[in-house]
Structures are given as C-alpha cells and as structure tokens.
C-alpha cells in the first residue's frame, strides 16, 4: 500500500531539483563555443527546467494537479503514438478517451483502478480498444490495429494514472526518472571510456546505450529516490527497470516507425515520448510494487 505523501516529499525534492538545475544550469552556461554539444546541451537544459516547474507544481497540488498533468501528457502522448503506428481515427479517439477518463480520482476508485491488472478493468479496455478494427470489417490490419490499441492503452493512459494513485511516490518516481536520464547519459559518456562490459551496447534496438549507461542509470535512481526520501531497494530496482526497458521500449516503436524522434516541436529532446518515455514504464513498475 503506498503511504508516501506529497506534503513529504515536496519539501524534500525541491531544494535538490533546484540545485541540480542550477548547477547544470550553470555548468551549459560555461561552455566553451568549441563544445560541438553546446547548442544542444542548452536547449535540452531549457526543456529540463521548464519541465520540472510543470511536473513540481502540478504534483505539488494533489489529486486535482496530478488528474490535469495526466491529462495534458495523455493527450500529447497518446496523439504521437498513434501517428508513430498508424492508428485510423477509431483508434485515436479510444485512446483520447482512455487519457481523459482514466486519470480522475472519482473514476479510478470506481473502477477499481488501484489495481491496475484487476480483469474487470483488463476487459473493459480490451473491449474498447478492439471495436474500431472489428466494426471497420477491417481484415488486412484489424489483428494489429487491435493490439497496439491495447498496448497504447496500457502504456500511456493506464501508465499515467501512476500520477494521481501513486501519490508521493509518484513525485518520488518523476524525479527518480529524470536523475536516470542524466545518470545514463553521463554514464554512457564516461563510464564507457573504460571498455570491457560497459562499453558493451545495451541491446541492438538502440546500439548507443551501453551497460555503463545503466550503471550510471542506477546511480541516479538511486539519488532521486533518496532525495524524496522514498528509497527501497524494491522501489529502486522497480524504478531502475522501468527507466531503461522504457528507453528501450520508445526506440523500438520510433526505429519501426523509420523516425529518430517521437516528433519536432520539443526542444533537445523532438516530442513528449522522448522525454516521457523511460517514465510511463517506470510508473508502471512502481504501481506493481507500492500499490
């Protein structure tokens, strides 16, 4: 049962957030021009900051600010996964109702949403993300239309409800998520260096992330979780897991899809499931073990 509140993590997590922004804020500002990263590292910095005040403050207000997150996420998301496998429109709009229905509190505790892999919510999702293909008569893609509905069901909407039943820990997990993400990255650029098994490519769906990557992707689990003062060794290795399967997961369906970023318009990183996509998985590890 998770019993972690916002009220106390909140004060936990903001004075660390600032500080890592602000130090990282400052170290981007001093680098010389001849730093090919430069421009990138900045505008990634940028995203970063705006990002924190968003996921900070909506958290910050409870049930009511996570509901509205979720949705705003939800509906971004759900918009460029659907362009990313080539949803029709039935699908589309399945998986925009699932990301404005599932996410309020009134409605997650009348259908039992606490527990995510309950049957009763299992079908219900099932049955609505299958109509579009069954009533279009469609027999060439219906199969596969079906299934990455499901899939896109379970991996944003049903992912994001993590936000509003997750309470403190969901604050707890975004942090966690986002100091991975920088572990990694440092990781990856360093730890590497030293050959052997950490050199080695993590899996061929993204041959640039190594195992020093995730070695340095714990680390930064394991900083966040701290920071909020919610760390396990359950929640870390759950965290963990989720952050680089996640990875892995949003490279998977961008290489299908024949594109290096989920889309444009997100400075330094291209769309939302670039940035999220390492934390949908990670709320869905976290809800396994904390609910």
């Not at 968003?54 to 998301?77: C, K, S």
């Not at 109702?97 to 259908?111: I, N, Y």
């Not at 409800?161 to 403190?168: I, Q």
């Amino acid at each position: 049962m998770n019993d972690l509140y916002t009220s106390d993590v909140l004060p936990r997590v903001v004075p660390v957030v600032a500080g890592v922004l602000g130090a990282a804020g400052l170290a981007v500002a001093c680098l010389p021009a001849r730093i090919a990263m430069r421009r990138e590292l900045r505008r990634r910095w940028l995203t970063w900051a705006v990002a924190a005040t968003v996921f900070v403050g909506a958290l910050a207000l409870r049930e009511l600010g996570a509901t509205v997150l979720a949705w705003l996420l939800g509906l971004i998301a759900v918009a460029e996964y659907a362009r990313l496998v080539r949803l029709g429109r039935g699908e589309r709009a399945v998986l925009v109702l699932g990301a404005l229905l599932l996410p309020p509190p009134a409605l997650l505790k009348a259908v039992d949403l606490a527990d995510p892999f309950g049957l009763r919510t299992l079908a219900l999702l099932t049955v609505a993300c299958v109509l579009p293909a069954l009533l279009s008569g469609d027999t060439a893609r219906g199969g596969e239309r079906a299934a990455r509905t499901a899939f896109g069901m379970l991996w944003i909407p049903v992912a994001l409800t993590g936000l509003v039943v997750l309470e403190g820990t969901a604050l707890a997990v975004v942090v966690a998520t986002a100091f991975a993400g920088a572990g990694a990255w440092c990781g990856g650029l360093l730890l590497s260096r030293l050959g052997g098994t950490l050199a080695r490519p993590l899996s061929p769906l993204s041959p640039g992330r190594t195992w020093g990557g995730v070695l340095g992707a714990g680390m930064g689990v394991a900083a966040g979780l701290e920071a909020a003062g919610a760390f396990t060794v359950t929640l870390w290795a759950a965290v963990l897991a989720g952050c680089v399967l996640g990875d892995l997961l949003t490279a998977m369906i961008k290489r299908e899809a024949g594109v290096k970023s989920a889309g444009t318009w997100l400075p330094g990183f291209g769309g939302l499931l670039d940035l999220i996509g390492p934390l949908l998985l990670a709320l869905l590890t976290a809800m396994a073990v904390s609910l």
